[in-house]
T-cell receptor, first 116, second 117 residues
Framework: DTEVTQTPKHLVMGMTNKKSLKCEQH?????MYWYKQKAKKPPELMFV???????INESVPSRFSPECPNSSLLNLHLHALQPEDSALYLC???????????????FGPGTRLTVT | AQKITQTQPGMFVQEKEAVTLDCTYD???????LFWYKQPSSGEMIFLIY??????QNATEGRYSLNFQKARKSANLVISASQLGDSAMYFC??????????????FGTGTSLTVIP
């Protein structure tokens, strides 16, 4: 099973709203990632969690707040977003290199976020 | 410097023909992995194929093969017998095995492939 699930598939929110994106995987991967992707562009890394600890934060504005409550779940809390934050948000997971095994990263289907 | 370069923003191929999507990479590491992903208009990033830096054989997965030329630092994707469903964006990516965290994946800018019936 190489499945990463994400909910919701689509989200429309106002600039004053608070919402959360959820991601789940059951492959035993201990690295989990959030990416932001604009149309026709490559994914931009936002955050990486390793063993449920934040290991990479790519200078993301504080209106995006990640959370990794356990080894299978990853959340992205959204608050006071701007229209330019509208994008596809992709979650991914992979094995950590020190755990051995394969190196690829598996992606979820994404959440299409529109900020109005 | 760009870690991954894809120089073909858009490509067209006739159905049933083969097509090569170019990818060059930049690393001073000896150990790294190279990947290709397909992203249809639905948005999901689909893992296609992987090549390790120490693998002597070119990777193959069904109709996909990776033409790995280490000295030239290129990792081109070859799709044989193109199908209409192959129309999508294709991203080349790299993971350096011994970077600080081992978790950084670098993506190219992508190639948009259109298969013509």
């Amino acid at each position: 099973d190489t499945e990463v699930t994400q909910t919701p598939k689509h989200l429309v929110m106002g600039m004053t709203n608070k919402k959360s994106l959820k991601c789940e995987q059951h492959m035993g991967h201990r690295a989990m990632y959030w990416y932001k992707q604009k149309a026709k562009k490559p994914p931009e890394l936002m955050f990486v969690y390793s063993y449920e600890k934040l290991s990479i934060n790519e200078s993301v504005p504080s209106r995006f707040s990640p959370e990794c409550p356990n080894s299978s779940l990853l959340n992205l809390h959204l608050h006071a977003l701007q229209p330019e934050d509208s994008a596809l948000y992709l979650c991914a997971s992979s094995l950590l290199l020190r755990d051995g095994g394969s190196y690829e990263q598996y992606f979820g289907p994404g959440t299409r976020l529109t900020v109005t | 410097a760009q870690k991954i370069t894809q120089t073909q923003p858009g490509m067209f191929v006739q159905e049933k023909e083969a097509v090569t999507l170019d990818c060059t990479y930049d690393t001073s590491d000896q150990s790294y992995g190279l990947f290709w992903y397909k992203q249809p208009s639905s948005g999901e990033m689909i893992f296609l194929i992987y090549q390790g830096s120490y693998d002597e054989q070119n990777a193959t997965e069904g109709r996909y093969s990776l033409n790995f030329q280490k000295a030239r630092k290129s990792a081109n994707l070859v799709i044989s017998a193109s199908q209409l469903g192959d129309s999508a964006m294709y991203f080349c990516a790299m993971r350096e095995i011994y970077d600080d965290t081992g978790n950084q994946f670098y993506f190219g800018t992508g190639t948009s492939l259109t298969v013509i019936p």
